[in-house]
Each structure stands twice: as structure tokens, then as C-alpha cells.
């Protein structure tokens, strides 16, 4: 009998001691743990590192482990810093809502396709996304299917077309890529071409791709107006703690107003442009302006009328037509196609 009370008394200083130390370590899985983890950011609108250390009872370091086995198994997951300095992480608003997404043949297809003409983004954090994409969709699929999308693609890549070189600037892309998804402000360090170094901050709206190029474009608070900036001119990035809201009525074409490519550099003036017989067919298959105009001439010729801005990408458009191309007007276009011409003799 006093052995038992003997026991009994010893069962009884441990569990006391166990209450005093905390829980003991759950052992269990990274799987199961991970499960845990998606519920209580499912739960609750976000925690910290602390409080996922707490709830799981492992360490700070393993919990910073498997948030980063969370992103690159495709969750959508975010932080933010709090007025107490704290940092809660959390799932973007309605991710659980977000069915799962399937995609049929043909849709793969497409997919490859649209993989194939984006060789410019090599070195960038949007390169990764997409071999990460494509990493899950060809672990779903069959050795046999992912082979064949990947000739269709192979071969649907544009080649020997000149390109802009992005690796040096993957971390500025990450974080501009950051301030576009949690909307944040920032302070861009910018060189334009043949100027001093200039500083914008801006309100990031929207990220353009234009002939294998990136552009950032927003509301640049110091000239109080929407600008376009080449991510290629930009030397820094910083991210600031104030976040924005796109206006309603903002629209990408804002941003390019009546620019024939990108940059609206002058007036819209009205083009009246004569190609001949040899590559009329060429202006006819596309449409080159949404407000474009054609007359056809008997002898083979067209004639095509539209208004537009931005004479550098209108004259580097037209001077790849040489010698089947006329501008019939405006009168100062002709002026800077002709000398553009001359000049060119004269380095011969």
C-alpha cells in the first residue's frame, strides 16, 4: 500500500511539474502540421510567427520552414507588418472561396503557347511563377502529353528577336511584383535614357509587357499625373508603408492616351500613309489602330488613315516598309520621315 501511495504521489509532482513547463512538443507530421497551420489562417484573419509556434508547439525557425513550404506549394499567402510591429501572416481575401482549377487539352495547349512568346522574362520572379505553374500541371499529367505541349511550345518560341535582360533586377521585380499585389507605394530610383538620376514615388497600377519589354505604370505623385516607367531604368525600389487604392474609373489606356505604341510623346495628328502593291498585303491582314481606315487603289496600293501620337514608333514602324511606304500627311511626319531618311544616306 505504500508503494502505491509512493507512485501515486510521484504521478501526481509530474503532472504538476508537466503544467508548470507548458504542453509538451506535438509529434506529429510537417503534413499534419501544415493542415493545422492552413486552418487557423483559414480561421481567423491571420497570425503571427509566435502565435503559429504556440498553437502548433514547435520553434520559431520550423514555423518559418513550413510558411515557406506553404508558398512554394502555391498558396496565396501574405504578411503584414502591424502598428505594433508585429508580423501577421494571412491568406489573400477570399482564397478559400477559390474553387480548384482544371484545364482541359486544348486549354494546355494555349497555356504553352502563351508560355512560348514570353522568353523575354528569363531571370525574373515571373519566369519562376511560371516554371512553378508548369511544374504542377506537368505532375498531373501524363509523360507522354507533357512531351508533346513542350514541342508545341519549343517551336511556337520566337527566335533571334531582341530582347531586354531582366536577371539583374529579380529582386527589384519582386518587389514591385509585392507593392502590385498589396497595393503599396513606392520610391523608384529612376535614370531615364541620356539624363541624371531621378527619384518618383509612385502609386504602382499596372504592370505593361510591350515588344519583349516591362513597364510599371501608375500615378508618380510628383508630377501629380499617370506616367510609364521601364523597369530596365529603374536602379532601386523602395517600399513604403502607406498603401493606395486604384481609382475607379482607372483604365490601362490611360496611361498610353493616343500613342501609336507605347509612349504618347506629342500631339495626335491625323496620318494618311500610301504602301504599295508589294506590301499592301501586309497592312491589310492586321489591324494596326482601332480607328484605322483603308481605301484600296486599283493598281494593288492601299491607302490607310488613322490619328495617332508618338512619331518615333510610328516613323521605326513605317522605315520597315522602305522603299513601298509614303506618308501623304500629316505635313511636320513627313518633314521627320524625310530628314530620318537623309540622315541615314548621309552615314552610308
Given at each position: 500500500m505504500e508503494a502505491y501511495d509512493g507512485l501515486y504521489e510521484m504521478r501526481g509532482c509530474l503532472m504538476i511539474l508537466k503544467s508548470k513547463l507548458g504542453r509538451s512538443p506535438k509529434k506529429y507530421s510537417q503534413a499534419a502540421r501544415l493542415h493545422d497551420m492552413i486552418r487557423i489562417l483559414e480561421a481567423r484573419y491571420g497570425a503571427t510567427v509566435d502565435d503559429l509556434a504556440e498553437e502548433c508547439q514547435v520553434t520559431r525557425r520550423t514555423i518559418y520552414r513550413d510558411l515557406q513550404a506553404l508558398l512554394d506549394a502555391g498558396y496565396p499567402l501574405i504578411n503584414e507588418r502591424q502598428s505594433d510591429g508585429f508580423v501577421l501572416y494571412r491568406f489573400m481575401s477570399g482564397f478559400s472561396k477559390i474553387p480548384p482549377i482544371t484545364f482541359s487539352l486544348e486549354e494546355l495547349m494555349t497555356l504553352y503557347l502563351c508560355r512560348g512568346q514570353l522568353a523575354f522574362l528569363h531571370g525574373t520572379p515571373f519566369q519562376d511563377d511560371l516554371e512553378a505553374i508548369f511544374a504542377r500541371i506537368r505532375s498531373n499529367m501524363p509523360p507522354r502529353s507533357?512531351?508533346?505541349?513542350?514541342?508545341?511550345?519549343?517551336a511556337s518560341s520566337p527566335k533571334f528577336l531582341g530582347f531586354k535582360d531582366y536577371s539583374q533586377q529579380h529582386q527589384l521585380l519582386q518587389d514591385l511584383r509585392q507593392a502590385l499585389l498589396l497595393q503599396y507605394q513606392c520610391l523608384i530610383h529612376y535614370r531615364p535614357a541620356k539624363r541624371e538620376q531621378t527619384q518618383y514615388l509612385i502609386d504602382p497600377y499596372t504592370l505593361l509587357f510591350f515588344k519583349n519589354g516591362l513597364y510599371i505604370g501608375g500615378y508618380a505623385h510628383n508630377r501629380k499625373a499617370l506616367r510609364l516607367f521601364a523597369i530596365e531604368r529603374i536602379e532601386k525600389v523602395e517600399l513604403q508603408t502607406e498603401r493606395f487604392e486604384v481609382p475607379e474609373g482607372y483604365r490601362v489606356e490611360m496611361l498610353t492616351g493616343t500613342a501609336f505604341g507605347l509612349i504618347a510623346e506629342d500631339e495626335s495628328q491625323q496620318l494618311e500613309l500610301l504602301f504599295?502593291?508589294?506590301?499592301?498585303?501586309?497592312?491589310?491582314?492586321?489591324?494596326?489602330?482601332p480607328d484605322?481606315?483603308?481605301?484600296?487603289?486599283?493598281?494593288?496600293?492601299?491607302?490607310?488613315?488613322?490619328?495617332?501620337?508618338?512619331?518615333?514608333?510610328?516613323?521605326?514602324w513605317l522605315y520597315s516598309f522602305i522603299p513601298h511606304v509614303r506618308v501623304l500627311g500629316s505635313d511636320s511626319l513627313r518633314k521627320k520621315f524625310l530628314s530620318g531618311l537623309q540622315d541615314a544616306l548621309a552615314l552610308q
Open positions: 507533357v512531351a508533346h505541349l513542350e514541342r508545341i511550345a519549343e504599295d502593291k508589294e506590301v499592301a498585303h501586309l497592312i491589310r491582314e492586321r489591324v494596326w489602330h484605322q481606315r483603308i481605301e484600296e487603289n486599283k493598281d494593288g496600293s492601299l491607302v490607310i488613315r488613322f490619328s495617332a501620337s508618338g512619331d518615333k514608333e510610328i516613323l521605326a
